[in-house]
């Protein structure tokens, strides 16, 4: 049998997020700030106010801005290089911007459907090709992605962003198979509706028909997310990879 592996504590290790400036990334990199993690806050916009509201948690030591747009390869590897700059290695990351241009299929122009796969598909592809190098060579390293229950159940409008969701789960499973002897692992966290700025301008009649089919009579909050998160990216979650963790109050069981 294989010997027992040792990883760095959660406080040595950094991590890189995509889409923190607000909602759901925001809330991962506060709690991993917490957890004595260096974390990396990927800011497509605002990354000046980011690093102001940092520097009032956790001071700039173990947390920045970095300008990081998921579109833009080029973005995507200077802001790795920010971080490895800074910090010397990336341990941890979590696909987590998103975007929806919904839209019933028959009124969908082809831009529309490019731009969300090309957002929350190719985005992460690029990263996580990205961070792959610096985890092998550590030979330690923790994805997660952030996908969504319409990625397994569909919905009519979201076409466009339920097939980037489904692939990204599919994208993450294969990975997982590739690197799980690298002592890397790849998870997917699958939220149902959350209070962010991406579930607000839903009218008042689809917010209440949405509530009717959750068991637990609420949407979720950025912080039960992260808790998800946090649970899988620790150095103990190392025997759970390929896993897609639904957190949707009861409204779809896999
Ligand atoms: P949100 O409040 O709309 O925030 C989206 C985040 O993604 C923002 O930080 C945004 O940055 C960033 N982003 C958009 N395009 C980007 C790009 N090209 N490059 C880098 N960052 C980009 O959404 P949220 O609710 O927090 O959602 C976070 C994740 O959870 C998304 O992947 C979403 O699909 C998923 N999700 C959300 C829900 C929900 O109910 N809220 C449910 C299921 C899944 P800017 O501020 O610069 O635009």
């Not at 990883?7 to 923190?20: C, D, F």
Request: a neutral charge.
């Amino acid at each position: 049998m294989k010997e027992q592996e040792t990883y760095p504590k959660l406080s040595e290790q950094v991590a890189l997020i995509t889409g923190a400036n607000r909602g759901i990334g925001w809330a991962i990199g506060r709690m991993l700030l917490d957890a004595g993690v260096r974390v990396a806050f990927g800011c497509r916009t605002g990354a000046d106010a980011v690093q102001e509201r940092i520097r009032g948690l956790s001071g700039d030591e173990r947390g920045a801005a970095v300008l990081l747009d998921m579109s833009d390869s080029a973005s995507i590897e200077a802001a790795l290089d920010s971080v490895l700059h800074r910090w010397g290695r990336v341990d941890i990351l979590v696909n987590n911007a998103g975007i929806v241009r919904d839209r019933l299929l028959l009124r969908m122009d082809e831009a529309e459907f490019r731009e969300v796969i090309d957002v929350n598909l190719v985005g992460p592809f690029r990263m996580v090709k990205a961070v792959l190098r610096p985890m092998m060579k550590q030979r330690y390293g923790r994805i997660v992605s952030i996908s969504s229950v319409v990625g397994s159940t569909g919905n009519a409008g979201q076409a466009n962003y339920a097939a980037s969701k489904g692939g990204l789960e599919a994208f993450s499973k294969s990975v997982a198979l590739e690197v799980a002897s690298r002592g890397i692992t790849v998870n997917v966290v699958a939220p149902g509706f959350i209070e962010t700025d991406m579930t607000a301008g839903l009218p008042e009649n689809v917010t209440s028909g949405v509530l009717e089919r959750i068991p637990v009579r609420r949407f979720g909050r950025g912080e039960e997310i992260a808790h998800a998160v946090r649970f899988l990216v620790d150095p103990a979650a190392g025997y759970i990879t390929g896993a897609v963790v639904p957190v949707n109050g009861g409204l779809y069981m896999p």
